[in-house]
T-cell receptor, first 120, second 112 residues
Framework: AQKITQTQPGMFVQEKEAVTLDCTYDTSDQSYGLFWYKQPSSGEMIFLIYQGSYDEQNATEGRYSLNFQKARKSANLVISASQLGDSAMYFCAMRGGSNAGGTSYGKLTFGQGTILTVHP | NAGVTQTPKFQVLKTGQSMTLQCAQDMNHEYMSWYRQDPGMGLRLIHYSVGAGITDQGEVPNGYNVSRSTTEDFPLRLLSAAPSQTSVYFC???????????FGQGTRLTVV
């Protein structure tokens, strides 16, 4: 079974500062993918960044980077130079390996989310 | 370029009524899934499909049915609505492998 844990219900950051949102995961799969999504107050789910379990380098996408520490099973999201528009809910998610029927690639497991508030 | 389309966006049901939430994608994605989002609980997987004719249960399948007769459509059926099914429902699709899922806009369902 897969589990994602986000221990920060809420985080505050000053505009233009960097912020780290924590994510730890638990899986027995050797191969898996880790994702971060943003959900603004309007409700849509926006994909931010992806990290594969065999990727040697941390993923980066513009102001977003994923601090992947495989041995610690953590996949923290770092947002640099925060903007007011970054205020939103952030979800960490994982897509794992195959079960006996070969279907488990089809599902994502999500954490509980972290609400980020950026102050001017 | 529609992506993932969910209908309706809002729905109010009475306890015991049945209904179908529609989900369609035009990206030829193999994987489709349904989630419900409740406050403080993130998104929980209801059912998912890895291709036409193949479905499997997620974390919270009770009270819901799905079928996948075509690649494009993945409807979610509420058999007998209960107040506990009041939630926001998201449909998502993706291609095979460790790729991101594309989400619909969500359906806000209230069961009274």
């Amino acid at each position: 079974a897969q589990k994602i844990t986000q221990t920060q219900p809420g985080m505050f950051v000053q505009e233009k500062e960097a912020v780290t949102l924590d994510c730890t995961y638990d899986t027995s799969d050797q191969s898996y993918g880790l994702f971060w999504y943003k959900q603004p107050s309007s409700g849509e789910m926006i994909f931010l960044i992806y990290q594969g379990s065999y990727d040697e380098q941390n993923a980066t996408e513009g102001r977003y980077s994923l601090n992947f520490q495989k041995a610690r099973k953590s996949a923290n999201l770092v947002i640099s130079a925060s903007q007011l528009g970054d205020s939103a809910m952030y979800f960490c998610a994982m897509r794992g390996g195959s079960n006996a029927g070969g279907t488990s690639y089809g599902k994502l497991t999500f954490g509980q989310g972290t609400i980020l508030t950026v102050h001017p | 370029n529609a992506g993932v389309t969910q209908t309706p966006k809002f729905q109010v049901l009475k306890t015991g009524q049945s209904m179908t939430l529609q989900c369609a994608q035009d990206m030829n994605h193999e994987y489709m899934s349904w989630y419900r989002q409740d406050p403080g609980m993130g998104l929980r997987l209801i059912h998912y499909s890895v291709g036409a004719g193949i479905t499997d249960q997620g974390e919270v399948p009770n009270g819901y049915n799905v079928s996948r007769s075509t690649t494009e459509d993945f409807p979610l059926r509420l058999l007998s609505a209960a107040p506990s099914q009041t939630s926001v429902y998201f449909c998502a699709s993706s291609v095979q492998g460790y790729t991101e899922a594309f989400f619909g806009q969500g359906t806000r369902l209230t069961v009274v």
